[in-house]
Each structure stands twice: as structure tokens, then as C-alpha cells.
């Protein structure tokens, strides 16, 4: 293992100020075992992802809970939730007269509507409200300077000890460098950043498309209502490989149905590559690709991403882009398992419906952050956004990534950026740990090792888009 340079220590005790003591001190430290295992939970959660590392940690919780001890959670969560049904029976039906459950238990409009519509309202909102806190960081640090300069001279602000605004500078100042290294499309900024009523506009559609989504899963459950679904007896636990195995079928058919309606509307048929072009009669290829562009353009009305937009789009692509697809797996599993006699094993369980309707709202609004983070990286989404509807450089249709690798519209930038993020975001470390030790201030360019990539120049601009 090598050795850290103790003589250069002693140097910058003497009053070195070389910037390359920082550099050859942080190529020692990077071939270190003990910073590479420091480095170890970072790479973990960059490479899995925050909504794969829950859903493994809830799958480990089945695995656990079905042949270890039985937990109970599930049981508990349940009979919660029914609490909550009467105590809404009791406060609001009593007084108001406004629907009874008790009355409509045979439909269990709170286990399979309800209940799934707030966890995934709620999956929905509150990762958009943490990926706003990227935002308030967006302003340049002199123009807070100047603001803050102007306070000072202000009656109240000649009371306030000038230290504490030094302090609050140069938390912001910290916080903003942090967020602007991090943020993909480093030189766009999303339109409701900029303008309060375009803000509040994209807020009214994202709420009506919460409430379309609520209606959509009450039409899946009534839809599974016609099947074999178990609604009774909810309490047992699914074995515990079938959560998995129904992940993977979902996610791929979600993937089917969000890829060719998204590629549609991106690709015109002009083009030689677009397959469905081939495939389909010109009049209906023409057709289908004006009427998904026109639904589709609202989300894409600025490149830049944030959190909130996921799903700032038209009822029409809420329903068939966004919801459609999702919906349709565990439907289509249910009816699958009734017809080979099997549902009691493989029919679609509620617990497994949460957790999945959950996932997919909140990787909805992770895909769209414009930030990458140690448990997040939009990189493959934002790209599509950056190119927008460009007719030979849009890329990323899909969300699996399956169908975009079939058709050959599978973009390897997004890969290769994160890799060189998490290398640069490694030497940054390893920068500053060098300057802890040896005494020596980093230099503004040592403080900026982790750059976005700029593609501006990789393609022709969509002046349409």
C-alpha cells in the first residue's frame, strides 16, 4: 500500500502553498485501501439508485419476514389502515353523509383505491419537493453578495452581526457550488424557475394529472375486481421470488407500451430508420406521429428538467404515456395467473401493487431532478430531454432501456458521463482530504474538478423544439 508523503507535510507546515503538493498528495491518497472502502457506500448508491436499493431492502424484508420471523408489518399496516377507514366512517360519513365504505365493502374502495392513490400521490410529491431544495441554490453567489450588501446598509440590517450574514454567504455560496456540479444541463434553466405563473401552471396540470392518476387506478382496480383477485384474505404475505419475478414483467411491459407511443411522437416517419414507418401504412404512421407529438409537446415545452414537471403533460399522455403502461402489468399478470389456474401463487397481491405504484410514481420525478446525486442520476432522461424532438438525435424512449437497445436509439453518453462523474467526483474527495492534511488551500480550479459535460456542439439545435 502506499505510503502517504510525510515530507510534504512538513513542507506546507513551513508555509508551502504549491498547488501540486494537493495533487501528488491526492494521487497517493486515491491508491489508498482505506480511502477506496470510505468511497465504497457512494459507488453503492450511485450504481443502484435509491428506488432499487428501497425495493431490495423491502424485498430482504419479505425474505426475512416469510422464513426468518414473521415481522408483521404488513399485518399491522393493514389493520391500520382500516382504522383509518372507520375513523373517516365515523368524522366524515356520519356528519355529512358523503360516502360510507362500510356500505361499499364488497368493491374495498379504500384497500384498492384509496389507499394505493395517496401512497402514490404521496410517492409522487414529496420526492418533487425535495428535488425543489436543487433549485433554491440556483442563483450566482454575487448576485446574493449584492443583495446582501444592500441589507447591511438597511436600519434592520446595520443591527444584524456581520458575521452571521459572512456566515449565511458563504453556506450558499458552498451549497450552490455543490448543486451547480452536479446539475446535467448546467447551462438551461427550467421556464417555472424563471416565472412565477408559468411555476404556478405547471402546479394546477401537475395536480389534475394526481387526480386523472387517482381515477386510473380505480379503474384498475374494478378492472381486477372481475378477476380472481384475492380482496379478503390480504393478510399472508406473497412467496417471497413472486414480487420479483412480477417486477420484471411489469417493468417490461411498461417499457413496451411507454417506448413506440414516446418514439412515435419523437421520430417522424420521414425518416428511414423510423421501423414503424416500415411497419405501418404511411396514412396511420403520419397520423399516430402528429396526434402523440401533439400530446407530448407540453412536457417538453423547455429542455432543462425539474422534478415537479414528471408530470407536466396533457390528460391525454398522463393517460397513455405515463399511467397506461403502468397499469396494464399487474392487470395483465392477474388475468394471466386466473387463466392457468394459478392466482392463489401469482395473482397480483395488494402489497406488491403498493410498492410497485409507488416506485413508478416516484421514479417518474427522479428521472426528471436534473441533478445526478450519490442515489440519483437522470442522466439517460435528460439527454432525451436536451434533444428534444430533434429527427435525428433524439434518443432514450424508453425507461427499461430494452426496446431503445432493439431499435438501436439506446444513447451510450449517459453511461460514459456517469462514469466520468463518479471518477471526478472521486478526485474531488481525494483533493480535498490532501489539503486537510497538508495545510495547503485548494485552488479554485482543484475546487471545480467535477464538470457536466457539454453537448451543445454534438448536434444540429431543434429551433421546433
Not at 397506461?324 to 395483465?332: I, S, T, Y
Not at 438525435?393 to 438501436?408: E, I, K, P, S
Amino acid at each position: 500500500m502506499p505510503s502517504i508523503d510525510k515530507e510534504a507535510g512538513r513542507d506546507d507546515k513551513a508555509g508551502n502553498t504549491d498547488p501540486s503538493t494537493n495533487e501528488k498528495l491526492a494521487d497517493e491518497i486515491q491508491q489508498t485501501v482505506k480511502f477506496k472502502i470510505r468511497r465504497l457506500p457512494s459507488k453503492f448508491l450511485a450504481h443502484f439508485e435509491i428506488v432499487k436499493i428501497v425495493l431490495l431492502f423491502l424485498q430482504s424484508i419479505l425474505i426475512i419476514s416469510n422464513h426468518v420471523r414473521y415481522l408483521g408489518l404488513w399485518q399491522s399496516f393493514t389493520e391500520a389502515s382500516s382504522g383509518y377507514r372507520d375513523a373517516f366512517n365515523d368524522t366524515v360519513y356520519h356528519k355529512t353523509g358523503f360516502l360510507d365504505f362500510t356500505k361499499i365493502h364488497s368493491l374495498h374502495l379504500w384497500r384498492g383505491w384509496v389507499i394505493p392513490s395517496l401512497l402514490a400521490s404521496s410517492a409522487y410529491v414529496v420526492p418533487a419537493l425535495l428535488c425543489l431544495r436543487h433549485e433554491l441554490y440556483h442563483w450566482k453567489p454575487d448576485l446574493l453578495q449584492h443583495y446582501l450588501e444592500k441589507i447591511e446598509q438597511t436600519r434592520i440590517g446595520k443591527r444584524v452581526p456581520e458575521s452571521w450574514l459572512h456566515t449565511i454567504f458563504k453556506l450558499y455560496e458552498s451549497k450552490h457550488n455543490q448543486y451547480m456540479e452536479n446539475k446535467i444541463q448546467a447551462d438551461r434553466q427550467h421556464t417555472a424557475l424563471q416565472d412565477s405563473q408559468q411555476f404556478l401552471k405547471i402546479v394546477r396540470v401537475v395536480a389534475l394529472n394526481i387526480v386523472i392518476a387517482s381515477f386510473c387506478v380505480l379503474a384498475l382496480w374494478l378492472s381486477l375486481l372481475q378477476t380472481k383477485i384475492d380482496t379478503r384474505n390480504n393478510a399472508p404475505l406473497p412467496r417471497s421470488f413472486v414480487p420479483g419475478v412480477q417486477f420484471v414483467i411489469w417493468y417490461t411491459i411498461n417499457d413496451l407500451f411507454y417506448f413506440y407511443p414516446h418514439w412515435i411522437s419523437h421520430t417522424t416517419p420521414t425518416i428511414s430508420h423510423s421501423l414503424y414507418n416500415r411497419v405501418l401504412p404511411g396514412k396511420l404512421a403520419t397520423y399516430l406521429h402528429k396526434l402523440f407529438k401533439s400530446s407530448h409537446r407540453l412536457h417538453h415545452r423547455t429542455k432543462a428538467n425539474i422534478g415537479l414537471a414528471a408530470w407536466y403533460c396533457s390528460p391525454a399522455e398522463q393517460i397513455v404515456f405515463n399511467l397506461f403502461p403502468a397499469l396494464l402489468g399487474p392487470l395483465a399478470t392477474q388475468v394471466l395467473a386466473d387463466s392457468l389456474g394459478l392466482s392463489h401463487t401469482w395473482g397480483t397481491h395488494l402489497v406488491t401493487l403498493y410498492v410497485w405504484l409507488s416506485a413508478a410514481a416516484a421514479s417518474s420525478v427522479l428521472a426528471h431532478s436534473g441533478y445526478r446525486s450519490t442515489w440519483n442520476d437522470p442522466g439517460k432522461h435528460d439527454l432525451h430531454h436536451e434533444r428534444a424532438f430533434h429527427p435525428t438525435a433524439a434518443v432514450n424512449f424508453g425507461t427499461l432501456g430494452l426496446f431503445d437497445w432493439l431499435h438501436g436509439t439506446k444513447s451510450s453518453l449517459p453511461a460514459e458521463e456517469t462514469k466520468a462523474w463518479r471518477a471526478q467526483r472521486d478526485r474531488q474527495a481525494a483533493l480535498w482530504e490532501a489539503s486537510r492534511r497538508s495545510g495547503v488551500p485548494l485552488t479554485k480550479e482543484q475546487r471545480s474538478t467535477v464538470q457536466q459535460p457539454d453537448h451543445s456542439l454534438v448536434w444540429e439545435e431543434d429551433k421546433d423544439s
